[in-house]
């Protein structure tokens, strides 16, 4: 298959040296398409800025800011079959960002803020027959949260992680989530090594994608029988 896994934080800047950010890592994201890759997927990396390289034979796109993300996963969407959107975007940037650094002057300051696209929404029209994954990071009513945002972004599946604990979600090398799929299946994960969430995630997309071709042929043979 050919997979597009986002992975890492944005960074909306403020003035040239200053940014709003958030504490991705990008193992998470790194983790799936590694996972990907071992078995034998052509992947697309889109990251925003992380520290750590990326895995051996992936294809990376090195993006700044939410939209910057949102460009690049559109004008690669048409070549994919499944999207794994694993990236933490920035919900907001600021309204403007000055052009020279904003200097100190003892007083408090005031940041007005504007919405991000959602990149998940932007790109949901034109799905397809793709296969979407999302993430829910959450620090409560997880399950609530996740079921909102996997029908409102109208993903097949989402990866919901508790991330108010230090042992999952942001810069931990583990992770403890829950997989909710369109169809109705829960599967709660103990908290194991990001590298093995990410090889389940893939063995997902993987019968996802089988279980789509074998409808494909049943279709085609019903077709053919009526002939
Ligand atoms: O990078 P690590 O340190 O390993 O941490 C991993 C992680 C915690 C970042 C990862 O597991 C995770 O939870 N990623 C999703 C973070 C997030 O933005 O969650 P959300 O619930 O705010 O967003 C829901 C989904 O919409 C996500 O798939 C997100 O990529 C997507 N989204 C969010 C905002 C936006 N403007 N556009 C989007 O498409």
Known sequence: MKIIVTAGPTREPIDPVRFIGNRSSGKMGYAVAAAALRRGHSVVLISGPVAIAPPAG????KVVTAREMLADVRSRLPWCDALVMTAAVADWRPAVCARMKIKKTGEGALLRLKPNPDILKAVAPRKGRRIFVGFAAETGRLRTEALRKL?????????????GRPDSGFEAETNRVVLFSAGGEETQL??????????????????????????????????????
């Open 58 to 61: 992936v294809k990376l796109r």
């Open 151 to 163: 029908r409102e972004k109208k993903l097949d599946m989402i990866v919901a992680n508790d991330v």
């Open 190 to 227: 103990p908290l194991m090594a990001k590298t093995k969430i990410a090889a389940r995630i893939i063995k997902w997309i993987e019968r996802r994608q089988s279980r789509g071709v074998m409808a494909d042929n049943c279709a085609c043979a019903e077709r053919a029988e009526s002939v």
